[in-house]
């Protein structure tokens, strides 16, 4: 047998790598590539074990709104809203759950949006009611916000202000009349804001 070139058996030799190799490149192409997994988008936290409805399979929404963790969810299959707005981590302080139907079936594919609560007007002193005023009730100027005091008609976001300045230098308003002590509150404006405003 003739003896081979040492250069000439690691040529042979490269060749048979850069073989194998193409070899194993066109094998990993040609195999079904494996579809990347949803689960990661979905917080699945066990399978709710309570009776073990294998039967009733499961559903998967999406809760947003006033909780904890928003996110999208499997859950089983005749699961409440309840059980959803618990998995996301529970409603937050702020939550309106009352503009929800907790008892409610969660349906596979929904949405469920739990509202945020109107934050409720801020009381300056002891035991003023905090209820957002109506039309034609007079507005309590020891306990109304700035923007409450805003929509007064003549007043604007610069006189409400002062209004709530005067406020908490004063300690509260001891009758209506004292408005016009507040700068820019002349009798004119007084007269009109009469029929507005209360103590």
């Known amino acids: 047998m003739p003896d081979i070139p040492p250069r000439q058996l690691a040529a042979l030799g490269l ?6 190799v193409l070899g194993g490149w066109y094998a990993s192409r040609g195999g079904p590539e494996p579809a990347p997994a949803s689960a990661p988008a979905i917080a699945v936290t066990g399978d709710d074990g309570g009776g073990g409805g ?22 089983r299959a005749g699961a409440r809203v309840d059980d ?6 529970g409603a937050t302080p702020r939550a309106d759950l009352t503009q929800v139907n907790l008892a409610a079936k969660v349906e596979d594919g929904r949405q469920i949006v739990v509202p945020r609560r ?3 007007p801020v009381v300056a002193g ?27 008609s003549g007043i604007g976001p610069a006189t409400a202000q002062k209004i709530l300045d005067y406020r908490e230098e004063h300690g509260g308003f001891g009758s209506v009349e004292e408005l016009g002590q507040v700068p820019g509150i002349g009798d004119v404006r007084l007269a ?8």
């Open 84 to 89: 959803a707005v618990g998995r996301a981590g």
């Open 192 to 199: 009109s804001l009469r029929e507005q405003v209360r103590v």
């Open 15 to 20: 060749a048979l790598v850069a073989l194998l």
């Open 126 to 152: 002891g035991g003023g009611s905090s209820a957002p005023t109506q039309p034609g009730v007079p507005l309590n100027l020891n306990t109304a916000t700035l923007e409450q005091l805003d929509e007064l």
């Open 118 to 120: 109107v934050p409720a």
């Open 54 to 75: 294998g039967a009733g399979g499961s559903v998967i929404v999406h809760v947003a709104g006033a909780v904890r963790d928003p996110g999208v969810y499997r859950m």
